[in-house]
């Protein structure tokens, strides 16, 4: 599995937060010379639920991004199983990572949170500048991950109370 890290208290409740958030992202990929804007979740593109399901309003929540040419369905269904919540009701957002071609898979089409030359990573990767991994798409996807975080601070849960975390790929985004 891969990180897990708190958002802390760099956000606060208000959507002007949110949007100066936004668009600071944004003048970070304009300053690094990225072309792609910051992708926002689309409906049907995520998973969401409260575990345990007969709780009350959820007290925390968790952002979790599943890795390379996998989807949530699968994450959604270990998470409400296995997963226990050790601090009471939690709203689970799973969003899933844009449809794009994929270097390490020859060209192919597949659900990727940012383009990897090859597999496995290492420094020996020269295709791009960043061993191998595109950090422009990885900005770009960004966007996904911090409108599900949006959402639960919108729902009314702090952002310290606010987990991000992932598998491979998920995991480096986190």
């Known amino acids: 599995m891969g990180i897990i890290a708190c958002r802390g208290g760099s956000v606060s409740q208000s959507s002007s937060d949110a949007e100066d958030c936004r668009e600071s992202l944004r003048a970070i990929a304009h300053d690094l010379g990225f072309k792609k804007a910051p992708l926002t979740m689309p409906k049907g593109c995520f998973t969401e639920f409260v575990r345990p399901s007969s709780a009350a309003e959820p007290r925390c929540g968790l952002v979790w991004m599943h890795g390379l040419g996998d989807t949530e369905k699968g994450w959604a269904d270990t998470l409400r199983k296995h997963f226990r919540v050790p601090c009471g009701p939690c709203k689970f957002i799973l969003p899933r990572a844009p449809t794009q071609r994929s270097s390490c898979t020859g060209g192919d089409f597949s659900t990727s949170w940012f383009d990897i030359a090859d597999l496995p990573v290492s420094q020996k990767t020269?295709?791009?500048?960043?061993?191998?991994?595109?950090?422009?798409?990885?900005?770009?996807?960004?966007?996904?991950?911090?409108?599900?975080?949006?959402?639960?601070?919108?729902?009314?849960?702090?952002?310290?109370?606010?987990?991000?975390?992932g598998f491979s790929q998920g995991g480096a985004m986190a």
């Open 126 to 165: 020269h295709s791009f500048a960043h061993h191998g991994c595109s950090l422009e798409e990885a900005l770009s996807s960004c966007g996904r991950v911090h409108a599900a975080i949006d959402q639960l601070i919108t729902e009314g849960i702090p952002a310290e109370r606010i987990m991000v975390g």
